[in-house]
């Protein structure tokens, strides 16, 4: 089974612009999210895919390997999907350009859900962690995930889901963690299929796969990292990196 990374890396962030060319320990982010990814030894290959030129030559100088994309996209998704069209691939881990402390133990478990799929019943993995700080579960900026018994998404939301209509129940709170693991017909699929509905109210690509009947197995972990999404968050990395 081969299995590659790709980092999707836009330079444009909407919220934090040119975030992944930030200094971080004296390397921009997106070169340390490459060397963390590298550094992890899961994959046959890691990429960063990119519409930056500035990105692109950043991480060939540092001796990585870069593609750039030719067409616009919407999602990390359909830029990862042109990316590999005509790979030889099997598993494809989208690890976010903007997540600099990605590291082994986590991104494992992902890989492990398809090693114990003979059926190939899943068509992508991701991550969820416990969170119980009420800010943060009311944050539309963190994502929520409900699953069932077995741990397969149910939905996605940026509300916070379940509503607490009975406050005497214990309610668990997952944040989505946005690295993903494809198997590379789900994302083909995905890059064909149209935005619907739900996918365009909550702009979560994942709800995507869900309202076209996709399997999301997701996989809890405790490893919280960075999320480097603003220039505060940029300082709470260069703090523990340091």
């Given at each position: 089974?081969?299995?590659?990374?790709?980092?999707?890396?836009?330079?444009?962030?909407?919220?934090?612009?040119?975030?992944?060319?930030?200094d971080l320990?004296?390397?921009?982010?997106?070169?340390?999210?490459?060397?963390?990814?590298?550094?992890?030894?899961?994959?046959d290959?890691?990429?960063?895919?990119?519409?930056?030129?500035?990105?692109?030559?950043?991480?060939?100088k540092?001796?990585?390997?870069?593609?750039?994309?030719?067409?616009?996209?919407?999602?990390g998704?359909?830029?990862i999907?042109?990316?590999?069209?005509?790979?030889?691939?099997?598993?494809?881990?989208?690890?976010?350009?903007?997540?600099?402390?990605?590291e082994?133990?986590?991104?494992?478990?992902?890989?492990?859900?398809?090693?114990?799929?003979?059926e190939?019943?899943?068509?992508?993995?991701?991550?969820?962690?416990?969170?119980?700080?009420?800010?943060?579960?009311?944050?539309?900026?963190?994502v929520k995930?409900?699953?069932?018994?077995?741990?397969?998404?149910?939905?996605?939301?940026?509300s916070?889901?379940?509503?607490?209509?009975?406050?005497?129940?214990?309610?668990?709170?997952?944040?989505?963690?946005?690295?993903?693991?494809?198997?590379?017909r789900?994302?083909?699929?995905?890059?064909?299929?149209?935005?619907?509905?739900?996918?365009?109210?909550?702009?979560?690509?994942?709800?995507?796969?869900?309202?076209?009947?996709?399997?999301?197995?997701?996989?809890?972990?405790?490893?919280?990292?960075?999320?480097?999404?603003?220039?505060?968050?940029?300082?709470?990395?260069?703090?523990?990196?340091?």
């Amino acid at each position: 089974m081969k299995i590659i990374a790709m980092i999707p890396a836009r330079y444009a962030a909407s919220r934090f612009p040119g975030k992944l060319m930030k200094d971080l320990g004296g390397k921009p982010v997106i070169v340390r999210t490459y060397q963390a990814a590298v550094a992890t030894k899961l994959f046959d290959e890691v990429y960063v895919v990119t519409d930056s030129t500035r990105i692109c030559e950043t991480i060939e100088k540092e001796g990585g390997k870069a593609i750039m994309s030719q067409e616009e996209h919407e999602t990390g998704s359909d830029r990862i999907a042109e990316a590999v069209a005509n790979m030889e691939v099997d598993i494809i881990v989208n690890v976010q350009g903007d997540e600099p402390f990605t590291e082994r133990e986590s991104l494992e478990s992902v890989l492990n859900v398809f090693k114990d799929d003979p059926e190939e019943e899943i068509d992508l993995a991701s991550l969820m962690t416990r969170i119980t700080d009420k800010k943060e579960i009311n944050n539309p900026n963190t994502v929520k995930v409900i699953v069932d018994r077995r741990n397969f998404a149910l939905y996605f939301s940026r509300s916070p889901i379940p509503y607490p209509r009975d406050e005497s129940r214990e309610i668990r709170y997952f944040k989505h963690k946005g690295i993903y693991a494809f198997r590379k017909r789900a994302l083909l699929d995905f890059r064909r299929l149209p935005m619907l509905e739900l996918e365009a109210a909550e702009k979560i690509e994942a709800i995507r796969y869900l309202e076209y009947g996709k399997k999301i197995k997701m996989v809890e972990t405790e490893v919280t990292g960075i999320e480097i999404d603003t220039p505060e968050d940029l300082e709470r990395a260069k703090a523990l990196w340091s």
